[in-house]
């Protein structure tokens, strides 16, 4: 007996056994990278779908929306995501790596979420501008005309109204989409806005975070961020809203531009520190991993309706 087998799977399958595996998952299983941000809101979809239908659950794991993108551009195969999440839009340089390896990014947008800029709530609730923030966090800033290496060492030498304390901030890596969101929506737009900077000059000079002992990198869990801001009330952490939201008995979200971090403030657009959220599907799976197209379906219905995942902070598209 002859078996043959449609181009599309038999071109899969040849990939499934010429590549490294690096994910675990069975074929029939869906797997999804990404986002640190996203990652609750798919994983409360994964847990329903799986029981709301006859798939399984997919895998998930949260690498960050860079480091998502750039596994889920690396080729087709088994040994590749189906999915990944992410918490900004995927870049130029991105697409392009996906097009080389003949992968080719569907994209969905589930809603938004704001940006906190957040501290234990057994301190004050404070409100900064968003030159505060830039002071405070920025590898160099701007003083009488020219950018200078950031001088700042306690919140009341940016603004004498703030506490005589200590800078101390804990920041997302470089891989994570809410580090990418947090640049362009404070350090980019304070340069752009208030110093009047032109792109090219703003992009070159206000996107670095100082590494000075006053901003410290943390990875892509934004739980540890709440477990060490819990641990020192002095501290100020930056992660999504929903992490907030889910966590208001230890921590508070600071007022930015006189505006506080809230669902209605971030859904009428008021609290200007936010973002959309997307999730890229390999258009090349579909129909060839069982239930991709079912569980975006349920993804997308998901969100449209809000229900759970508006219970765990996602703002609505």
């Known amino acids: 007996m002859k078996i043959f087998f449609k181009p599309k799977l038999f071109i899969f399958l040849c990939l499934l056994f010429s590549v490294n595996y690096?994910?675990?998952?069975?074929?029939?299983?869906?797997?999804?990278v990404g986002s640190s941000t996203v990652f609750p809101f798919a994983t409360i979809v994964a847990e329903?779908?799986?029981?709301?239908?006859?798939?399984?659950?997919?895998?998930?794991?949260?690498?960050?929306?860079?480091?998502?993108?750039?596994?889920?551009?690396?080729?087709?195969?088994?040994?590749?995501?189906?999915?990944?999440?992410?918490?900004?839009?995927?870049?130029?340089?991105?697409?392009e790596i996906c097009a080389k390896n003949g992968v080719t990014p569907v994209e969905y947008l589930i809603g938004y979420d704001g940006i906190t800029f957040s501290n234990s709530n057994d301190n004050k609730q404070l409100s900064f501008t968003k030159e505060d923030i830039f002071k405070?966090?920025?590898?160099?800033?701007?003083?009488?005309?020219?950018?200078?290496?950031?001088?700042f060492k306690k919140w009341s030498d940016i603004n004498s109204s703030l506490p005589e304390i200590d800078i101390d901030v804990l920041a997302p890596p470089p891989s994570s989409g809410t580090r990418d969101a947090f640049v362009e929506l404070v350090?980019?737009?304070?340069?752009?806005?208030?110093?009047?900077?032109?792109?090219?000059?703003?992009?070159?000079?206000?996107?670095a975070l100082r590494e000075d002992g006053f901003v410290t990198e943390v990875g892509e869990n934004d739980n540890l961020i709440i477990e060490k801001l819990?641990?020192?009330?002095?501290?100020?952490?930056?992660?999504?809203?929903?992490?907030?939201?889910?966590?208001?008995?230890?921590?508070?979200?600071?007022?930015?531009?006189?505006?506080?971090?809230?669902?209605?403030?971030?859904?009428?657009?008021s609290y200007k520190v936010s973002r959309p959220l997307y999730f890229y599907v390999k258009?090349?799976?579909?129909?060839?991993?069982?239930?991709?197209?079912?569980?975006?379906?349920?993804?997308?219905?998901?969100?449209?309706?809000?229900?759970?995942?508006?219970d765990a902070g996602l703002i609505p598209n």
């Not at 998502?68 to 839009?89: E, H, M, V, W």
């Not at 129909?287 to 993804?299: A, K, S």
């Open 22 to 32: 690096t994910i675990a998952r069975e074929g029939n299983q869906i797997s999804i």
């Open 48 to 95: 329903r779908f799986a029981k709301s239908t006859n798939f399984k659950a997919p895998v998930i794991e949260s690498t960050g929306s860079g480091g998502g993108l750039k596994l889920f551009c690396s080729g087709i195969g088994l040994g590749f995501p189906d999915i990944t999440n992410s918490s900004r839009a995927i870049k130029s340089s991105e697409k």
């Open 136 to 151: 405070a966090v920025s590898a160099v800033v701007y003083e009488n005309g020219k950018m200078i290496e950031n001088p």
């Open 187 to 207: 350090l980019h737009d304070v340069c752009k806005s208030e110093y009047k900077m032109d792109k090219k000059t703003y992009k070159e000079n206000c996107s």
């Open 230 to 269: 819990t641990d020192n009330s002095e501290r100020f952490g930056i992660f999504g809203f929903s992490f907030l939201d889910q966590n208001r008995d230890r921590v508070q979200g600071s007022f930015v531009d006189g505006i506080e971090p809230s669902f209605d403030n971030i859904a009428d657009g």
């Open 283 to 310: 258009k090349e799976h579909i129909g060839v991993v069982p239930g991709i197209e079912d569980y975006t379906d349920y993804f997308m219905s998901l969100a449209i309706e809000g229900g759970p995942l508006e």
